[in-house]
């Protein structure tokens, strides 16, 4: 039998984590010798009881393993053990690293310089817009973008950092699942430019348990995680104070101060996180400056004084990325009703401004969400 088929083994023991999987290993040195041990033995290690020793069979978990190969070769997963070479480094020295890691895609991705983005699956569209495009900026300058594949602003992280360069996603699940179900597309895209991880097992259900197990990774992995939105109590704040009990920078991006969605930002920023208003934010405080040919100034802001007229330019200078009334458009303005309604259908055409329910309109990001 191989390393690889003895680490799987013993991972897939129902009932042995990786906290008790390490005790094992501290006693009997490598999975091979902890599936040799005879029960008896297995039961003088502390947390080891009668019923999770007799769990520990060889030939049962050998069975197991076979199979769980056999999945990884047909849906080409690689999985990398705990000793592989190719397993990365920053990973492997956090308190509690998991045993082994299911890879789809780009393994060398693993050791790239990477940055995580979270934040609220009910994400606001300012938070969605600017997940999206600082996800772009950093991985134009180099950056692998690591999150989580959940709604929001995971989701729009790993869309822009796509079009600017790699992700990886850290999945709460097995390979094999779909969670959310909407990300089926999103699941493909990642996993043929960038890399989908996790390290459950195959058909392990989206259980709660299981998403703080995966923040663990997807701070771990990374030299700083970017807050963009989160409730007071969200997992996106669980993943914070992993990183900084991981000696990661913690960043968060300010909000509006009336909404709920920035309150875990907000009390970061308390705390002594990193604000962040641009990627060169976090360039710097890796010590990277700013990379090379990533503005921190949108596409459209670029483009200004030579595809708007002065008074376009005027009003769109009154818009923000939050939605505002045209009613507050016009009074700011100190236009008439007919010219900002003229020159806001102009601004629409020409892709600097979204229309949005109720009348209301805002700045348009030069980052598409998929």
């Known amino acids: 039998m191989t390393e690889l088929h003895d680490w799987l083994s013993l991972c897939l023991a129902p009932g042995l984590g990786n906290i008790l999987m390490a005790r094992l290993l501290a006693v009997y040195g490598e ?33 197991a393993a076979d199979q769980e190969l056999a999945k990884a070769e047909q849906e080409n997963v690689i999985i990398l ?6 397993y990365p480094e920053p990973l492997r020295h956090i308190y509690n690293p998991p045993a082994v890691l299911y890879v789809q895609g780009d393994v060398a991705l693993l050791s790239t310089t990477c940055i995580a983005m979270v934040g609220s699956r009910a994400a606001t569209v300012y ?4 997940a999206a495009d600082m996800a772009c900026r950093l991985a134009r300058g180099g ?37 959310p179900r909407q990300h089926q597309k999103l699941y493909a895209e990642i996993a043929e430019k960038g890399a989908l991880i996790t390290e459950a097992p195959f058909g392990a259900k989206p259980e709660a348990f299981r998403f703080p197990a995966r923040n663990r990774i997807i701070s771990g992995l990374s030299q700083g995680v970017v807050v963009v939105e989160a409730a007071r109590q969200s997992g996106s704040l669980i993943t914070a104070r992993l990183a900084l009990e991981q000696g990661r920078e913690v960043f968060a991006v300010p909000g509006r101060i009336d909404s709920v969605k920035s309150c875990g930002a907000h009390r970061l920023l308390q705390e002594g996180a990193t604000l962040v208003h641009s990627v060169d934010d976090i360039f710097q405080e890796l010590g990277m400056g700013g990379a090379q040919g990533v503005s921190s100034g949108g596409q459209h802001e670029k483009r200004l004084g030579t595809a708007l007229t002065p008074e376009e330019e005027k009003l769109y200078g009154w818009l923000d990325v939050y939605p505002q009334n045209i009613d507050e458009l016009i009074q700011n ?27 209301q309109y805002q700045k348009v990001s030069s980052v598409e969400i998929i």
């Open 333 to 359: 303005s100190q236009m008439t009703p007919e010219k900002v309604a003229e020159l806001l259908l102009l601004l629409e055409l020409k892709g600097f401004v979204e229309s949005l329910s109720g009348n």
């Open 143 to 179: 950056i692998t973008v690591v999150s989580g594949v959940a709604l929001g602003i995971d989701a729009a992280a790993h869309a822009g950092a796509l079009q600017g360069g790699t992700t990886i996603g850290v999945l709460g699940c097995g390979m094999d699942v779909i969670y």
């Open 127 to 130: 938070g969605t817009r600017i």
């Open 31 to 63: 999975p091979a010798a902890v599936l040799q041990a005879s029960v008896k033995d297995l039961c003088q290690v502390p947390g080891i009881g009668n019923k999770l020793a007799h769990a520990i069979d060889a030939s049962t978990l050998r069975h």
């Open 81 to 86: 053990p705990r000793d592989d070479c190719r």
